[in-house]
C-alpha cells in the first residue's frame, strides 16, 4: 500500500464515528511499520478514546511492537487535557518515528501545537497537504470530513443542512398539506441516515399540527415497521404561540425528554406552562426585524448561539417553506439537502419548498457552490453548499 492509500483506510475508519462522535470530531488512525498495517482505530463515541489510542492499543493487542513505527491519522492529533489525556503523550511514550496528518485542528487557539510538540521530541511530522505524496482530494476529504465540527470549533454555532423531498417544480406538499410519500424509499433511507448523522432535528409548529411526526432516529428495520427508534437525536419545534397540542408524539412519547419547544415572550403563559410540564420550553426574543407584528418570528441568530453552547454542532432543518425560508433567505443555513421526485405538482396552492417573500432581484438569490447530484432509486439528491465561499 502507498502513503496516500494508508491515509485513505484511516479516512474510511474515521466515517465510522458518524453520528456517535459529536461533539467531537471524526477521526480514524492507522498504525504502519516496516509498510505493513499493526494497528486500526476511530474515534468511537464523545468521552471514549481516541483514534490514536485505539490504533496503538490494537496493535499492543496484537503483539506488535510501536517504536519506529508511522502513525497516519485523519486530524491533527490533541494536545490539551479534555475528557481524555492528550494524544500526543500517548504518542511519545509509544516511541513512534512519524506522524502523517489529514487535516489540521481547526481550533485556532490549538492549531499546529501537535506537530509542534511532536517535531521537538524528535518526531518526523508530514502534512497531507503539503506533501506531493497525498493527492489534494484525500487532504481536502480529511478537511471535509468534520465540515460541522470545524463550523462549530469556529463560530459556536450548528452547522446548519435544510433537507426537503420535492416535486420538480419545488413543491412539497399539496394545497392541504399531503406529503406522504414525495420520494422513494432509497430517498427516504437517505434522509434517516441524515437524521442519525445530526444531533438535532428542528421543525416548524405547522409540521407538528398537520403530520404528528415522531422526528426520530429509526433504523432501516424500524423504518420498515420494526426496530426501536433512538432517542440520542434532540427535537427542535419553533412554535412561537406556543400552539404545540399536549398530545403530540413529541411532546408525550419515551423520546419527550429530547423535546425542546421554542416559544416566543408573547406565548399564552397557561399553554407555556402546560408544556414545560412535559418538555423542556425555551422563550426566545422575536427576531431584530421583526417589527411590530403581532406575533413575529423567533431570532434564530439568539436559538443557533444556545444550541451551539450546549454542544449541538449539527442542526438539520426538515421544515416547511417558512421555515426552510427563514434560514435559507436568512443566511442561516451552510448545506441543503434536496432529494428531487420525477414529479410534478403545479398549482398556485401548492406548498412550496422554500416560500418567505423571496428575493427581490437576482442578485439576491442565494447560491450555491460544490454541487453533488447522486441518483436514488428514480429520485435526484442535490447537496451544495449555500452561500458564496466565505475569505
Not at 47 to 65: T, Y
Not at 283 to 298: M, T
Amino acid at each position: 500500500m502507498t502513503e496516500a492509500q494508508f491515509l485513505q483506510l484511516a479516512l474510511r475508519l474515521a466515517r465510522r464515528g458518524a453520528g456517535t462522535t459529536s461533539p467531537n470530531p471524526m477521526v480514524g488512525a492507522v498504525l504502519v511499520r516496516n509498510g505493513k498495517i499493526i494497528g486500526r482505530g476511530w474515534h468511537r463515541r464523545a468521552g471514549g478514546p481516541h483514534a490514536e489510542v485505539e490504533a496503538l492499543r490494537d496493535a499492543e493487542q496484537g503483539g506488535h511492537p510501536t517504536r519506529g513505527a508511522t502513525l497516519y491519522v485523519t486530524l491533527e492529533p490533541c494536545c490539551t487535557h479534555g475528557r481524555t489525556p492528550p494524544c500526543t503523550k500517548a504518542i511519545l511514550a509509544a516511541g513512534l518515528r512519524r506522524v502523517v496528518v489529514g487535516a489540521t485542528d481547526p481550533n485556532p487557539k490549538h492549531a499546529g501545537r501537535a506537530f509542534s510538540i511532536l517535531k521537538r521530541a524528535g518526531i518526523e511530522v508530514t502534512q497531507a497537504g503539503l506533501s506531493n505524496a497525498f493527492p489534494d482530494r484525500i487532504a481536502n476529504a480529511c478537511t471535509d470530513l468534520n465540515e460541522a465540527f470545524n463550523h462549530w470549533i469556529l463560530h459556536r454555532t450548528p452547522f446548519v443542512t435544510v433537507k426537503a423531498a420535492l416535486t420538480l417544480d419545488g413543491k412539497i406538499a399539496t394545497a392541504d398539506g399531503q406529503s406522504q410519500w414525495i420520494t422513494g424509499e432509497k430517498s427516504r433511507a437517505q434522509g434517516m441516515k441524515l437524521r442519525r448523522n445530526s444531533d438535532a432535528i428542528l421543525v416548524g409548529i405547522q409540521t407538528i399540527l398537520k403530520d404528528d411526526p415522531s422526528l426520530t432516529v429509526r433504523s432501516p428495520k424500524a423504518v420498515a415497521g420494526s426496530g426501536k427508534p433512538s432517542l440520542r437525536l434532540r427535537r427542535i419545534i419553533l412554535d412561537s404561540g406556543a400552539r404545540t397540542p399536549l398530545d403530540s408524539k413529541i411532546v408525550s412519547d419515551a423520546a419527550a425528554g429530547a423535546t425542546t419547544i421554542v416559544v416566543s415572550r408573547s406565548a399564552p403563559r397557561k399553554r407555556v406552562a402546560a408544556l414545560a410540564k412535559k418538555v423542556r420550553v425555551l422563550v426566545a426574543p422575536a427576531a431584530p426585524s421583526a417589527g411590530r407584528n403581532r406575533r413575529p418570528p423567533l431570532d434564530l441568530r439568539w436559538l443557533l448561539k444556545k444550541l451551539g453552547s450546549e454542544n449541538v454542532t449539527r442542526l438539520l432543518v426538515e421544515g416547511g417553506g417558512e421555515v426552510n425560508a427563514s434560514f435559507l433567505l436568512g443566511g442561516f443555513a451552510e448545506r441543503v439537502a434536496f432529494f428531487y421526485a420525477p414529479k410534478i405538482l403545479g398549482g398556485q396552492a401548492s406548498r412550496r419548498g422554500v416560500a418567505g417573500d423571496g428575493a427581490k432581484n437576482l442578485s439576491e438569490c442565494v447560491p450555491l457552490r460544490n454541487i453533488r447530484w447522486r441518483r436514488l432509486g428514480e429520485d435526484l439528491l442535490l447537496t451544495a453548499r449555500v452561500g458564496n465561499p466565505k475569505p
